[in-house]
């Protein structure tokens, strides 16, 4: 499966963007999709994870309360809803999938899409 990962952008402080992330085949109800980002100079850091089939959802400490993932089951996308974005969360954003849990949210899922850079100015 591919994943395409779209909607970054440049925004400001405190601006709201939408990323989302198509697969190109049917996401079963074992799957878990994560959201991982990449900041210059940094290692790649989990953001976010949904379980495909239940939902449930799960978010790194930093984006807590202003990230929300969410999923369409009917048309295999994988969203993430950032509000209140701030200059540390420039980054590229990255969607990943497996049928792992441990694996996705320690960055070692099996499958990533190419990336969108988000760019908060100040």
């Known amino acids: 499966v591919q994943l395409q990962a779209s909607g970054g952008g440049l925004v400001q402080t405190g601006d709201s963007l939408t990323l989302s992330c198509a697969a190109s085949a049917r996401v079963y109800s074992s799957a878990v999709l994560g959201w991982f980002r990449q900041a210059p100079d940094k290692e790649r850091e989990y953001v976010s994870a949904?379980?495909?089939?239940?939902?449930?959802?799960y978010y790194a400490e930093s984006v807590k309360g202003r990230f929300t993932i969410s999923r369409d089951t009917a048309t295999n996308t994988l969203y993430l809803q950032m509000s209140n974005l701030q200059p540390e969360d420039t980054a590229i954003y990255y969607c990943a999938k497996d049928s792992d849990w441990a694996k996705v949210v320690t960055g070692k899922a099996n499958y990533w899409g190419q990336g969108t850079l988000v760019t908060v100015s100040s």
């Open positions: 949904i379980r495909w089939g239940t939902g449930r959802t």
